[in-house]
């Protein structure tokens, strides 16, 4: 029997860049809490307990695929994020608090927002790069930013 949000997710990772691919994780991690989080809502712990050891699978996973070497501060950065994020979701499993899995799905959307902003810069440079522009690079509260500095520092990213 084919399950089409299966095949749906399958070929997103397929055609994913590599900062793409971060973000179809953050999905999946918040995918997982909210599913946890309705499953405690309606009692079913075995459900929530799988769904936020999913969710802390990914984490981890995240985390053991950070370069600390090319990321420097924000690979440290992260990898303190995901230190928290671990633990809160070990504290939800505990003790079934909505508030701490509302925190995690906030918190990994922030993120999440903040990868895909990545993603779509670098697919713009890399299509700039193609065609031999350059990739016009949003402003960020109100400042603009070099390009060459805004490339060097996603590029150290993963």
């Given at each position: 029997?084919?399950?089409?949000?299966?095949?749906?997710?399958?070929?997103?990772?397929?055609?994913?860049?590599?900062?793409?691919?971060?973000?179809?994780?953050?999905?999946?991690?918040?995918?997982?809490?909210?599913?946890?989080?309705?499953?405690?809502?309606?009692?079913?712990?075995?459900?929530?307990?799988?769904?936020?050891?999913?969710?802390?699978?990914?984490?981890?996973?995240?985390?053991?695929?950070?370069?600390?070497?090319?990321?420097?501060?924000?690979?440290?950065?992260?990898?303190?994020?995901?230190?928290?994020?671990?633990?809160?979701?070990?504290?939800?499993?505990?003790?079934?608090?909505?508030?701490?899995?509302?925190w995690i799905v906030t918190e990994?959307?922030?993120?999440?927002?903040?990868?895909?902003?990545?993603?779509?810069?670098?697919?713009?440079?890399?299509?700039?790069?193609?065609?031999?522009?350059?990739?016009?690079?949003?402003?960020?509260?109100?400042?603009?930013?070099?390009?060459?500095?805004?490339?060097?520092?996603?590029?150290?990213?993963?």
């Open positions: 029997m084919s399950d089409p949000a299966r095949a749906y997710r399958e070929s997103a990772v397929r055609g994913a860049s590599p900062v793409g691919l971060i973000v179809i994780l953050y999905e999946e991690i918040i995918h997982s809490v909210r599913k946890a989080c309705r499953s405690a809502q309606s009692g079913n712990i075995e459900e929530r307990t799988r769904s936020l050891n999913h969710a802390l699978a990914v984490v981890g996973h995240l985390q053991g695929i950070l370069n600390f070497e090319k990321g420097g501060r924000v690979a440290r950065d992260l990898s303190l994020f995901y230190d928290l994020v671990r633990s809160k979701i070990m504290e939800a499993n505990v003790r079934t608090n909505g508030v701490t899995m509302d990994c959307s922030n993120i999440k927002l903040a990868w895909e902003l990545v993603d779509r810069q670098v697919s713009g440079d890399e299509a700039a790069a193609d065609s031999g522009e350059e990739a016009p690079v949003p402003a960020m509260s109100g400042r603009r930013k070099n390009p060459q500095a805004s490339r060097a520092a996603r590029a150290n990213l993963v």
